[in-house]
């Protein structure tokens, strides 16, 4: 079945970018939506950025809008999470997760599959 492995993480500065990367292994990622989540410690899971497969709509927190932007290659299975001006609040474990559901969105309840998580502290 499918699998997801997220890299990419790191320390960045304030204001800053980052690149993050979700490979899919076990199934094409062409028939999958795509949603990025992070956790910051003694927080809740939350939606970051989502978009259907193919691209129908494409989803941002207001936390987030403007500065992130959500991508795909599925000729290399691969998702991306472009994150600049970067912001200490952004600090967190970023999940990649899938779902072949039609109801995908910044819900974490939507989807079926997820990677470990990567690590992205932004600290000056």
């Known amino acids: 079945q499918l699998q997801l492995v997220e890299s990419g993480g790191g320390l960045v500065q304030p204001g800053g970018s980052l690149r993050l990367s979700c490979v899919a292994s076990g199934r094409t990622l062409d028939y999958y939506a795509i949603g990025w989540f992070r956790q910051a410690p003694g927080k809740e899971r939350e939606g970051v950025a989502a978009?259907?497969?193919?691209?129908?709509?494409?989803y941002y927190s207001d936390a987030v809008k403007g500065r992130f932007t959500i991508s795909r290659n599925n000729a290399v299975n691969t998702a991306y999470l472009q994150m600049n001006s970067l912001k200490p609040e952004d600090t967190g474990v970023y999940y990649c997760a899938a779902t072949q559901g039609w109801n995908y969105g910044l819900g974490p309840g939507t989807y079926d599959y997820w990677g470990q998580g990567t690590q992205v502290t932004v600290y000056s």
């Open positions: 978009m259907g497969a193919p691209i129908s709509s494409v």
